[in-house]
């Protein structure tokens, strides 16, 4: 079980089952000591852009919606978790990385300083990321470390894995964590080969892992089945992983936080 999950859900992304506080008491009940919510960009539905082209797109993406901007603006500005939880909650977000647009990803840019956690992530969905091959990724991945972004979020999935080495590279030099993630290999959204790849070029350039699970339920908070098998077989470090204790965990989140609020004031 991770002692702190950087990447879950809630029905705010409404493909995703449990509220917050659902996930807040579940991750008590686990000794999880703290979680990021991640709930989807608006983007991954935008309901303006939704609106306007839900003619365009396919039947599958007409079902897909996520929260919009107040949902996040609320977050972060009123909501507090109840006091008699004792688990550190991040305020985060999934944004997408996008492949046909002028700016690299979805993510409100007024949001970001307030965020404690960023992921990246490519989704591809026919709106988001319109996949073409390795190169189109890499290319996007690597556009995207410009963007106040933390973490690279499940980059190994088959559908849409880069080049690993250049990422990673990137990823390293940006202070920027590739994540391991835990549903895209439970669910074998990605493959061993690709993900222990990313581990041990992550080793090779000193770059930061972060451990998610991508939960869209509270079963699935704060597993790690599948990444701790790989990250013991390879005796990965475990001071590059960000999360791997709380005391970490808010060491990463303060620096990432610092950067991002220096970066759009400048
Ligand atoms: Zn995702
Ligand atoms: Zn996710």
């Not at 977000?93 to 970001?112: G, W, Y």
């Not at 190994?156 to 549903?183: D, F, H, T, W």
């Not at 074998?188 to 222990?196: G, L, Q, R, S």
């Amino acid at each position: 079980m991770l002692v702190v999950d950087f990447h879950t859900h809630s029905i705010q992304s409404m493909h995703a089952i449990n509220t917050l506080e659902e996930l807040l008491n579940c991750a008590w009940k686990k000794n999880i000591q703290a979680m990021a919510i991640t709930d989807h960009s608006p983007g991954i539905d935008n309901t303006l852009h939704y609106l306007q082209n839900a003619d365009k797109f396919p039947q599958d993406f007409r079902r897909i919606k996520g929260p919009d901007y107040h949902y996040f603006h609320v977050l972060l500005t009123r909501y507090q978790s109840p006091l008699e939880i004792p688990v550190q909650l991040f305020k985060g977000i999934e944004c997408s990385i996008l492949s046909h647009s002028e700016r690299s990803t979805d993510l409100p840019l007024k949001l970001a300083p307030l965020l404690d956690i960023v992921i990246g992530s490519v989704h591809t969905l026919p709106h988001l990321f319109q996949f073409q091959n390795r190169e189109q990724v890499t290319e996007k991945m690597i556009a995207a470390m410009v963007e106040p972004i933390d973490i690279i979020g499940h980059p190994c999935q088959e559908k849409s894995c880069p080049n690993l080495e250049p990422v990673v590279k990137k990823a390293a030099e940006s202070g920027i964590a590739m994540e391991l993630n835990y549903c895209s290999l439970h669910l074998k959204k990605a493959n061993i080969k690709d993900t222990t790849e990313m581990l041990k070029l992550a080793v090779k350039y000193d770059c930061s892992i972060s451990l998610g699970s991508d939960a869209h339920m509270s079963n699935e908070l704060g597993r790690d089945d599948e990444s701790k098998v790989l990250l013991n077989e390879l005796n990965f470090p475990p001071e590059l992983i960000v999360n791997v204790s709380l005391e970490s965990a808010r060491t990463f989140v303060a620096s990432r936080k610092k950067i991002r609020q220096d970066n759009l004031t400048n």
